[in-house]
Nanobody, 124 residues
Framework: QVQLVESGGGLVQAGESLRLSCAAS????????IGWFRQAPGKEREFVGS????????YYPNTVKGRFTISRDNAENTVYLQMNSLKPEDTAVYYC?????????????????WGQGTQVTVSS
């Protein structure tokens, strides 16, 4: 079993950047797909990208492509979500999740492990 802990959220102004971290404990990320999601109040959880850890392949939906970047640190067993040019509509709780499925998926039910989430607030 893997435990996930997100960090790095906060309050920023529109146009600024934030980098979120997702650290794993319990076991390494090897063999997992790590996904990032966000959920705004009153809305469904939205997929913002994923990384196939072993292959290093990354996928972004069009909604964030060009502004968000996922990266990893093998030694730290951590995945990052770099968010640039933030907009008020990016305001949400951001979650990382892990699945043993080796594929790009934005389906929440396919993820086995979730972090507690970190709040990102973008003011206009």
């Amino acid at each position: 079993q893997v435990q996930l802990v997100e960090s790095g959220g906060g309050l920023v102004q529109a146009g600024e950047s934030l980098r979120l971290s997702c650290a794993a404990s319990g076991r390494t990320f090897g063999g997992y797909t790590i996904g990032w999601f966000r959920q705004a109040p009153g809305k469904e959880r939205e997929f913002v990208g994923s990384i196939l850890w072993r292959a290093g392949m990354i996928y972004y939906p069009n909604t964030v492509k060009g502004r968000f970047t996922i990266s990893r640190d093998n030694a730290e067993n951590t995945v990052y979500l770099q968010m640039n040019s933030l907009k008020p509509e990016d305001t949400a709780v951001y979650y990382c999740a892990a699945t043993t499925l080796v594929k790009f998926t934005g389906t929440t039910s396919e993820y086995d492990y979730w972090g507690q989430g970190t709040q990102v607030t973008v003011s206009s």
